[in-house]
């Protein structure tokens, strides 16, 4: 077991060539490699014409290549093969590339793809959650089923948007033909208020580490509110959840440790399902909190979340266990160095990563 704060700074390599860590130019791309710099690594952004500037304009950014789209990432992995570049995959590379395509590519990639299967289904995520014990949203196979408020799902819903809100059994009946020919799910809705909990797995050491926390900033169910009830009435406004924002949260001291408990068991039953390696690195429980204090889990994400953007600088969480800052993009890049001066690389690699 390494210790992680005792090893120093250098991210060399034996011949003492620096590894370069790389990643898509948006999403939580500055914090990534802010902190892989921070680390010793040499760093790489891969742009699109619109963020190039951006990304040239910050002096821990060593090299940007810029591509016509994120889409085009594809044509550029034949050169990043040959390079000593890590990848470090963020929702960008999820929202942009294929599952294919993230299995086809042997770039040295920090994470588990194994995982990607169990996360892009709703029904094997539904599966691992409930095998770990968290308490998830009940799900009504037919609308006449419905005993509470549900929001009802489309499939393929994409950037927070297609959602429709329906009170019982009668009001399904009533909408349900804007419904017709379309593939959904229809989930209880959890009257609660939302937090998202940042983890970090360490394969290296075995331990568990909270991060930090945030909520989203999501319009227009954000300016809903501000609307009185009797004003909306009639407007007809269709709600979405399209985040363009994240604020920093701290929770109730109390309910920590089930915070912590639901990270431990993501992890052990990810080991079950995705062996031997399961989930590491970064992941967030995405969750929304009711008043009898029982978290209800919508979704998990298996890598770096845009929500630890507040915290570039560390956080509450994170100083609890660094006495520097440690945003969670730098924690990414301090396993990668721990595991490259244990000489352990694909400890912290999925198994399809060619080392050059
Ligand atoms: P982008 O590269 O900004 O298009 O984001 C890629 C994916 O990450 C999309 O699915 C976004 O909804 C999600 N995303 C981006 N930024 C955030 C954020 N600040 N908080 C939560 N999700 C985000
Ligand atoms: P998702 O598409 O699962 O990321 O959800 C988008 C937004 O809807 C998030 O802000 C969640 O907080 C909220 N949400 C999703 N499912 C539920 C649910 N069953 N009950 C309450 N809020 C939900």
């Not at 991210?11 to 892989?36: C, D, P, R, V």
């Not at 550029?76 to 929202?95: T, Y």
């Not at 039953?269 to 989930?279: E, F, T, Y």
Request: negative net charge; hydrophobic residues 40%; proline residues 6%.
């Amino acid at each position: 077991m390494v210790a992680p704060e005792l090893l120093p700074v250098a991210a060399q390599t034996n011949s003492g060539e620096f590894y370069t860590i790389a990643t898509l130019g948006s999403h939580s791309a500055l914090q990534i490699l802010k902190g892989a710099h921070d680390e010793g690594f040499r760093t790489l952004a891969i742009a699109n014409l619109d963020t190039e500037r951006l990304y040239r304009s910050f002096a821990f950014v060593d090299e940007v290549i810029p591509l016509a789209r994120y889409q085009d990432f594809p044509s550029l992995v034949p050169e990043l093969e040959q390079r000593k570049v890590i990848i470090v995959p963020h929702g960008s590379f999820v929202a942009y590339l294929s599952l294919g395509e993230h299995k086809r590519m042997t770039i040295p990639y920090f994470g588990n793809k194994a995982v990607l299967d169990w996360e892009a289904s709703r029904e094997l995520q539904r599966q691992w959650l409930t095998r770990a014990g968290l308490r998830i949203p009940r799900q009504f196979r037919t609308g006449s089923e419905i005993d509470r408020p549900v929001i009802v799902k489309l499939y393929g819903a994409q950037g927070g948007k297609g959602y429709m809100f329906v009170r019982d059994a009668h009001d399904f009946e009533q909408r349900a033909e804007r419904l017709a020919r379309q593939n959904y799910i229809l989930q209880e809705y959890i009257i609660g208020v939302p937090a998202y909990i940042h983890y970090f797995y360490s394969p290296l050491t075995g331990k568990l580490e909270i991060m930090s926390m945030d909520r989203r900033y999501e319009t227009n169910v954000d300016s809903l509110g501000r609307i009185p009830a009797a004003a909306q009435e009639g407007m007809n406004v269709d709600p979405s959840y399209v985040v363009v924002g994240n604020s920093p949260l701290v929770l109730r001291e109390s309910m920590l440790a089930e915070a912590y408990r639901m990270g431990e068991d993501v992890v052990r039953v990810s080991r079950d399902i995705c062996p031997p390696k399961g989930l590491f690195g970064a992941f967030c429980i995405e969750t929304i909190i009711t008043p009898d204090a029982n978290f209800y889990v919508m979704e998990i994400s298996a890598r770096i979340v845009a929500g630890t953007n507040p915290f570039i600088d560390g956080s509450p969480y994170s100083y609890l266990n660094y006495s520097e800052p440690m945003s969670t993009g730098r924690r990414i890049a301090r396993e990668i160095k721990n595991a490259l001066l244990s000489n352990c690389l694909g400890c912290v690699l999925d198994d399809s990563s060619v080392v050059p």
